[in-house]
Nanobody, 121 residues
Framework: QVQLVESGGGLVQAGDSLRLSCAAS????????MGWFRQAPGKEREFVAA????????YYADSVRGRFTISRDNAKNTVYLQMNSLQAEDTAVYYC??????????????WGKGTLVTVSS
């Protein structure tokens, strides 16, 4: 099993920035990707961004490209999501997910419990 713990959520104003962190522990995975997903009230969970642990390739949803940046620290088994120019529509519970690069397509075997990001307009 893999345990994922997210942190960094909170209440911010539109235009502000926030950085989320997700630390992984437990079963050692190779050739995997870590990513962020979000679920707004009344909506389905959606892909936000992902990074391949070994090669560093990144993937972004169109809605966040240019505003959000995903990065990883392999030594700490941690992935970060730097969110800039936050908008009210970014309000959601943000979940960390780990798996193969297929997590981009929503195939996520391991999930964190989520952290709430609220953007006031």
């Amino acid at each position: 099993q893999v345990q994922l713990v997210e942190s960094g959520g909170g209440l911010v104003q539109a235009g502000d920035s926030l950085r989320l962190s997700c630390a992984a522990s437990g079963r050692t995975l190779s050739n995997y990707a870590m990513g962020w997903f979000r679920q707004a009230p009344g909506k389905e969970r959606e892909f936000v961004a992902a990074v391949h642990r070994s090669i560093g390739m990144t993937y972004y949803a169109d809605s966040v490209r240019g505003r959000f940046t995903i990065s990883r620290d392999n030594a700490k088994n941690t992935v970060y999501l730097q969110m800039n120019s936050l908008q009210a529509e970014d309000t959601a519970v943000y979940y960390c997910g780990v798996g193969t690069v297929s997590i981009v397509a929503g195939r996520v075997p391991y999930w964190g419990k989520g952290t709430l990001v609220t953007v006031s307009s």
